[in-house]
């Protein structure tokens, strides 16, 4: 960021369709096997912390018929992109902060977040809210990206920082909570009990290099910013770099990329 000024989640994702097309197709297949780990299948009320454009609600909707489900992000356009996809009787969507959550304690039989403790200011404060607003014994969870474990970011900042070995620090990529043990780490210190932390893989096909290559053109997330920060030759470079990076391994046609996600769970004492 210019002048050293970090951005914040909800100004990194002010565009909820376009994270939808960079992010939503690995976030909803991510979403059923975080659940699984977390044993979450059953409950009257369950938050989604950083609920972002709805992927892990979504999956929590088609599990657990009949649950009240609330859905909390600070970014407005995802909040409204929800509203407007999910809003119903069931499902409910606020505008608010993981960090100074708007509930009152054990209010909901789980917590969980996805894909957002990476990039939260003070990580121990969300847990230990996420902590309080959930019921003695219900399930507190979370899951973050392996440092190199989404494969369709790795390829990218392999080959951005080797055309511009400044990229990894402009361009706002997460550093936190992408090493084995930092999650469970943090779920120890919060005080939850039963803490356990694992890793999640799958893939996820692509039609073709446009199908990866354009999302990252709409401006949001670590990778858009970068993308589109740098001048028009260089994003050209960057293009035909990954193009041929691509081609090399899977050719010219419809390919598939692996994700590493790390997820922890833990349970709200007494």
Same mark, same amino acid.
């Given at each position: 960021?210019? +002048?050293?000024?970090?951005?914040?989640?909800?100004?990194?994702?002010?565009?909820?369709?376009?994270?939808?097309? #960079?992010?939503?197709?690995?976030?909803?297949?991510?979403?059923?096997?975080?659940?699984? $780990?977390?044993?979450?299948?059953?409950g009257?009320?369950?938050?989604?912390? +950083?609920?972002?454009?709805?992927?892990?609600?979504?999956?929590?909707?088609?599990?657990?018929?009949?649950?009240?489900?609330?859905g909390?992000?600070?970014?407005?356009?995802?909040i409204?992109?929800?509203?407007?996809?999910y809003?119903?009787?069931?499902?409910?969507?606020?505008?608010?902060?993981?960090?100074q959550?708007?509930?009152?304690?054990?209010?909901?039989?789980?917590?969980?977040?996805?894909?957002? $403790?990476? $990039?939260?200011?003070?990580?121990?404060?969300?847990?230990?809210?996420?902590?309080?607003?959930?019921?003695?014994?219900?399930?507190?969870?979370?899951?973050?990206?392996d440092?190199?474990? #989404?494969? #369709?970011?790795?390829?990218?900042?392999?080959?951005?920082?080797?055309?511009?070995?400044?990229?990894?620090?402009?361009?706002?990529?997460p550093?936190?909570?992408?090493?084995?043990g930092?999650?469970?780490?943090?779920?120890?210190?919060?005080?939850?009990?039963?803490?356990?932390?694992?890793?999640? *893989?799958? *893939?996820?096909?692509?039609?073709?290099?446009?199908?990866?290559?354009?999302?990252?053109?709409?401006?949001?997330?670590?990778?858009?910013?970068?993308?589109?920060?740098?001048?028009?030759?260089?994003?050209?470079?960057?293009?035909?770099?990954?193009?041929?990076?691509?081609?090399?391994?899977?050719?010219?046609?419809? $390919?598939?990329?692996?994700?590493?996600?790390?997820?922890?769970?833990?349970?709200?004492?007494?």
């Amino acid at each position: 960021m210019q +002048g050293g000024e970090a951005m914040t989640v909800a100004e990194m994702f002010t565009k909820a369709d376009a994270y939808e097309q #960079l992010m939503g197709r690995w976030s909803r297949r991510l979403a059923p096997l975080f659940l699984d $780990f977390c044993g979450v299948h059953d409950g009257a009320r369950i938050l989604d912390v +950083g609920c972002g454009t709805g992927a892990l609600t979504s999956a929590l909707s088609e599990r657990i018929g009949g649950a009240q489900l609330v859905g909390i992000d600070p970014s407005e356009a995802a909040i409204l992109h929800c509203r407007a996809r999910y809003g119903g009787n069931s499902m409910a969507f606020d505008c608010g902060d993981a960090m100074q959550l708007p509930y009152a304690e054990r209010t909901f039989d789980h917590s969980l977040s996805m894909l957002v $403790f990476q $990039f939260l200011p003070d990580p121990a404060k969300a847990v230990t809210q996420m902590r309080r607003v959930t019921r003695p014994g219900g399930i507190v969870g979370a899951c973050t990206w392996d440092g190199m474990g #989404l494969e #369709l970011g790795a390829i990218f900042w392999e080959e951005a920082t080797r055309l511009d070995p400044a990229a990894e620090s402009t361009g706002e990529r997460p550093q936190k909570f992408r090493r084995p043990g930092e999650l469970e780490a943090l779920w120890r210190n919060a005080g939850l009990d039963g803490v356990r932390e694992s890793v999640l *893989e799958f *893939e996820t096909p692509f039609a073709d290099f446009d199908d990866y290559w354009l999302p990252f053109n709409q401006g949001v997330g670590p990778y858009g910013l970068y993308t589109a920060s740098i001048p028009g030759d260089r994003k050209t470079a960057l293009r035909d770099a990954l193009r041929d990076r691509l081609a090399r391994h899977n050719g010219n046609g419809a $390919f598939t990329l692996r994700a590493r996600a790390l997820a922890v769970r833990g349970r709200a004492p007494n």
